[in-house]
């Protein structure tokens, strides 16, 4: 008698699964099924794809960047993987999609603003703060130019040293002009209103700061000063004309 009671229970059992894993076959199946009709709705197909934010880059330049495909649902593009394409343009510093609905993509852009010059063989290449080189200046405006013969758009890390100079520069309210980091031992600054500033790659922030109080000094010593040589260690070399 207990044997049939356990066997009945254990029927019982088996039968409430089946029938809770029928009930998930066929919602899961519902929910696919759904899923499919919203995306092939021609009521979600793309109609319409603005783009904000850009100022030197045309819309058409974006958009062709950004290859999204004609006549497809706004659920079925990937908008992480267009974003990233946008992205790669080297102008580009940011950039979103977003879905507006019901069937609008709407693309926003940062675009990277130019905060000095590389000058190389005769052409002017635009760099943003960040030490990025954007593209070939096209008008020339009051930047800052990074010069050195053997210094191209390609070496990273040298147009990030000279960014990295020019902004500690400005921030001491001393902006340069001109940078010359050809040499790694001896950089050469040119301040837009005073001397030369000879600079070393290794450790020459630790002398910077002091150059505000030195061209201060000299001013009221009447003395005019040539450069201000900072690349030796717990020393600052000062010529006067």
Known sequence: MAKRKALIS????????????????????????????????????????????????????????????????????????????????????KAEVRRVFPSTLLVLVQERVPFAYLEKRAHLWEVDEEGVVIGEAAKKQDLPLITGSGVSRDQTERIELGVKILTSFQELGLPLERLNIANENSIVGDLEKGPQVYLAEDGYFDYVAYLPLVLADAKKKDGRIKYVDLRFREQIVVGYE
């Open 10 to 93: 254990h029927r019982r059992r088996v039968r409430r699964k089946t029938k809770r894993l029928a009930l998930l076959i066929l919602l899961t199946s519902l929910g696919a099924v759904i899923a499919w009709f919203v995306l092939t709705l021609p009521y979600f197909c793309i109609t319409k794809i603005e783009v904000q934010g850009q100022e030197k880059l045309s819309k058409d330049t974006i958009l062709k960047q950004a290859a999204i495909p004609k006549q497809r649902s706004i659920f079925r593009v990937d908008l992480r993987e267009v974003s990233g394409r946008i992205a790669q343009v080297p102008r580009v510093k």
